[in-house]
């Protein structure tokens, strides 16, 4: 008579979860968003703000970890202009604008139109005479919704950027 095959390993190292198929792992909790916060706009007289856009991105992808910021955009992401992604927001609609900004000042922004209001992410490129240097505190996206006077904002975030090439812009000679 041949020998029994030893038994499967357990999938866990902890005894208190013991699974016998991926099916049954525990899944990781979902990360909630606090809920969002209406507030009166300090420099839009009638208008109220909301957080609750998912934060603009670059493309390519910024650099993480940077101490002291969020994340850090180099050369290569500014080199022609800053291309950042906005994804899909909730109730979208032609003509809603949405732009990114640095505290106040907007650094460039778009219009919805008809053929784009099934897009999956809009796109804005920033032209690199306008894009700003160092620790830039402040940096977020905003939308307006059209027929609303309710601003919806991403979080705020420190970015850096630099327009420098690692290990200096000269070759030794």
Known sequence: ???KPPAPEPLTADPKVQ???????????PVKKPPAVVKPSTTRP?????EDLD????SPPQVIPVEGASYGLGIRHIEEGLDIVFERWTILSEHDIFRFK???LVLEEDTVKADEVTNARFSLNIPRSKVPLGFVNDVY????RVG????STSPRQVVFIKDTRPGGGRRPS
């Open 19 to 29: 699974a016998t198929s991926t099916s049954d792992l525990p899944r990781p909790t």
């Open 102 to 104: 640095i505290g106040d």
């Open 141 to 144: 996206g905003e939308v307006e």
């Open 1 to 3: 008579m041949p020998a």
């Open 46 to 50: 009638g208008f109220t703000v909301v």
């Open 55 to 58: 934060s603009p991105y670059s």
């Open 148 to 151: 609303s006077t309710q601003l």
